[in-house]
């Protein structure tokens, strides 16, 4: 999996109540501010389209908390396999604790 933005969120991560927004798909994990929209920080292989036309979920981080939006394209189990990959590469490690919700419901990543 490749990692793209992680240089603009990693000074964030020392600041209390932070918030950013991520893409996730196979091919790997896109890291951004929230002033920019999911649909604009597309990266190769690797976007999210309004309607399920994009390849990639869209979610929200913040402080112990990973928010994935429903995408039609995305199972759990899908959706579980790949945060499993992510929560792996060491730049996300601060993530490997948090709650993760996909559709408002919280993933257990035992079974992956």
Same mark, same amino acid.
């Given at each position: 999996?490749?990692?793209?933005?992680?240089?603009?969120?990693?000074?964030?991560?020392?600041?209390?109540?932070?918030?950013?927004?991520?893409?996730?798909?196979?091919?790997?994990?896109?890291?951004?501010?929230?002033?920019?929209?999911?649909?604009?920080?597309?990266?190769?292989?690797?976007?999210?389209?309004?309607?399920?036309?994009g390849n990639a979920?869209?979610?929200?981080?913040?402080?112990?908390?990973?928010?994935?939006?429903?995408?039609?394209? %995305?199972?759990?189990?899908? &959706?579980?396999?790949?945060? =499993? $990959?992510? !929560?792996? @590469?060491?730049?996300?490690? %601060?993530?490997?604790?948090? &709650?993760?919700?996909?559709? =408002? $419901?919280? !993933?257990? @990543?035992?079974?992956?």
């Open positions: 999996m490749i990692i793209y933005g992680y240089d603009t969120i990693s000074s964030m991560l020392e600041l209390d109540g932070y918030q950013f927004k991520m893409l996730l798909n196979e091919i790997g994990v896109v890291l951004f501010p929230c002033t920019t929209e999911h649909r604009d920080a597309a990266q190769p292989g690797i976007h999210y389209a309004d309607d399920y036309q979920l869209a979610a929200m981080v913040q402080p112990g908390r990973v928010e994935f939006r429903y995408h039609r394209q %995305f199972s759990d189990q899908r &959706v579980k396999q790949l945060v =499993a $990959r992510m !929560l792996k @590469l060491p730049e996300l490690d %601060f993530a490997r604790e948090f &709650v993760v919700t996909y559709q =408002a $419901r919280t !993933l257990t @990543l035992d079974d992956v």
